[in-house]
């Protein structure tokens, strides 16, 4: 019998999402400004899970928007929400301005074109 890996997988998360199933990570999608294919992979997870099962926490779609930009008083709040198993998706283009404390509880998804 093999042994199931620890290591968070990206596939796994949107699945869960899509079962309404808990994550314990939030993803950043990290990413200069342009076409890097974003927005694109957005669109899809909420097209893959349904847009029933997303709700609005940004202008852009489903999405924290410019995570890097959210103050210090926000950060417990979005920890709180991770921590209670709720997932969230999350976009940058400036990872190194992201608090370091919610990168503890995130994955990162380096995107390039």
Do not use: W
């Amino acid at each position: 019998m093999g042994r199931r890996s620890r290591h968070f997988h990206e596939r796994s998360f949107v699945d869960n999402l899509k079962n309404n199933r808990p994550n314990d990570k939030m993803i950043i999608l990290s990413g200069k400004n342009g076409r890097n294919g974003k927005t694109t992979l957005i669109k899809e997870i909420i097209q893959y899970i349904g847009e029933n099962n997303c709700y609005d926490c940004a202008p852009d779609n489903n999405v924290f928007n410019g995570i890097e930009s959210y103050h210090k008083k926000q950060v417990p709040l979005l920890k709180n929400i991770i921590t209670y198993k709720q997932s969230i998706i999350a976009d940058t283009n400036r990872i190194e301005n992201v608090n370091p404390s919610l990168l503890e509880v995130s994955k990162v998804i380096n995107m390039y074109h």
